[in-house]
């Protein structure tokens, strides 16, 4: 949806949710300010990048011909069927931020989108009740901190 869009659907008085694939290397920043400025949530698709923001996967990795990670080429985190090497490489470069406090990469990369604005809504894929329950801890963080989140824009390279 465009931004004329998203202002002119946030009059309505059922309007109160934007949902948008947003993670620490994809997103609509204009768009999420938006929703802040029009005080609208934004419900998070991809917060873990399909996985590839947990930090189990190589250059290596290939998924089977039944996973949509395999054909998923409108993801900019996969390339040809697998994890996208640049993705990998920037993952790498912010680990240290992400994971400090004892978080796993998977929390850090939930509580990046908490620390990007205060009305995000996650919504992370799981697998197991492992991960569920990893996803859940991640809520006894909060969200990364003004100065973690200057970092991370300073390791990438980009505004705030």
Do not use: Y
């Amino acid at each position: 949806m465009s931004k004329s869009g998203v202002r002119a659907f946030s009059t309505s008085p059922n309007c109160g949710v934007v949902q948008q694939q947003l993670n620490i290397f994809d997103g609509n920043m204009e768009l999420l300010a938006l929703c802040d400025e029009l005080n609208l949530a934004s419900i998070n698709r991809g917060p873990l990048g399909m996985g590839v923001l947990t930090g189990k996967f190589t250059p290596a990795t290939t998924f089977k011909d039944d996973d949509v990670r395999k054909h998923a080429q409108w993801f900019p985190g996969l390339k040809d069927g697998k994890p996208s090497p640049e993705w990998l490489k920037a993952l790498e470069s912010v680990r240290e931020v992400l994971t400090s406090n004892g978080r796993t990469l998977a929390q850090g990369a939930l509580a990046w989108n908490w620390g990007r604005s205060g009305k995000t809504v996650p919504i992370p894929g799981f697998k197991t009740v492992k991960q569920v329950e990893e996803n859940c801890k991640a809520m006894d963080f909060g969200p990364l901190t003004p100065r973690q989140m200057a970092e991370i824009n300073r390791i990438l390279g980009r505004q705030a």
